[in-house]
């Protein structure tokens, strides 16, 4: 299949969601990837209109939930109804039941909740009662936190987050690019949405799948990656600094999305092989929230994002 129905997809995307091509590169590295997407940022971003423009560049179903702490888990999985005339209970899908799903403030649920959908994003199933009901061969969430208002929200426990393929900070656009937000919010008032892009079917998306999956990565760049992760793990072996700035490192989980994630963006650039750049450019979003700082590296006002850098620097390239 060839790359460029995925390149007209990220043009028509980048036209929906202006100022943020780094959010619709990585929506499309998570499809291909066939991993999920945790997305955080100040409301008003259009993280909604990213997952809903995406949905229309896929041939497949879309339903955003809007999590509130009032939420059960029921209004995610779906539940058993009793049907009177046949004296019999029905099973009643929930959203989930949909290829493309919107967790909207994924944090203001209460744990019981997230973990219906945490369960849904790993096992690709559901368990309602005795019985268990698969869901949809495509389906991907897209989850949304608010760092804003923390107030009353259920931060995620890390080894949730681990569920996550990337984990994203998408920050206010600049001036260029507010312009063009407004100026095309305020065409879509008056006209409407007059974009149009060819949706690419299921079939077309699972065999690029297969194409990613497939591509060349050499046995040099195979160690490269798990040491990249390693460092994660045991720092001072590679610098005092990294050793004591991490508490807790990656688990293997990372290092299979890292290297799903790298071979979809080489992918997505047309080459047939992974190169370093490759992986260097998912690093921080694949192991942003695998990472757990020490206290000494808090107190120092270190980021993770700082960490991970000094990683990628210190970490020989084959």
Do not use: C
Request: hydrophobic residues 45%; without cysteine.
């Amino acid at each position: 299949m060839a790359v460029s129905k995925f390149a007209q997809l990220k043009n028509y995307l980048d036209t929906q969601i202006i100022g943020q091509p780094h959010l619709t590169q990585s929506l499309l590295i998570a499809v291909l990837a066939d991993g999920h997407l945790l997305v955080e940022g100040p409301p008003g971003l259009a993280k909604t209109r990213a997952v809903n423009a995406l949905a229309k560049g896929l041939e497949g179903s879309f339903q955003r939930i809007q999590f509130t702490p009032d939420l059960l888990p029921s209004d995610v999985t779906g539940t058993d109804i009793y049907r009177q005339q046949t004296s019999e209970f029905v099973f009643e899908p929930g959203p989930l039941f949909h290829n493309l799903v919107l967790a909207d403030e994924i944090n203001r649920a209460p744990a019981k909740v997230q973990s219906a959908l945490l369960e849904a994003m790993a096992e690709r199933q559901i368990t309602v009662g005795k019985n268990t009901y698969p869901l949809e061969q495509l389906f991907m969430v897209m989850a949304t936190q608010n760092p804003l208002e923390q107030e009353g929200t259920y931060p995620l426990p890390e080894a949730q987050l681990d569920r996550f393929l990337l984990h994203l900070n998408i920050d206010y656009p600049d001036a260029h690019a507010e312009l063009a937000i407004l100026r095309l919010t305020r065409g879509e008032a008056l006209e409407g949405d007059n974009v149009a892009v060819e949706p690419i079917s299921q079939a077309d998306l699972f065999l690029a799948r297969q194409q990613v999956l497939s591509l060349h990565l050499a046995e040099p760049l195979e160690k490269y990656l798990v040491q990249l992760i390693i460092a994660t793990r045991d720092g001072r072996n590679i610098d005092d600094n990294l050793g004591n700035w991490i508490e807790y490192g990656a688990s293997p989980r990372a290092t299979i999305a890292l290297d799903k994630a790298a071979r979809a963006h080489a992918w997505l650039n047309g080459r047939d092989f992974v190169s370093p750049e490759d992986i260097q450019a998912v690093f921080h979003n694949v192991l942003r929230h695998r990472i757990i700082l020490s206290y000494e590296a808090q107190a120092e006002g270190i980021t993770k994002d700082q960490v991970l850098t000094h990683i990628l620097e210190q970490v020989a390239v084959p």
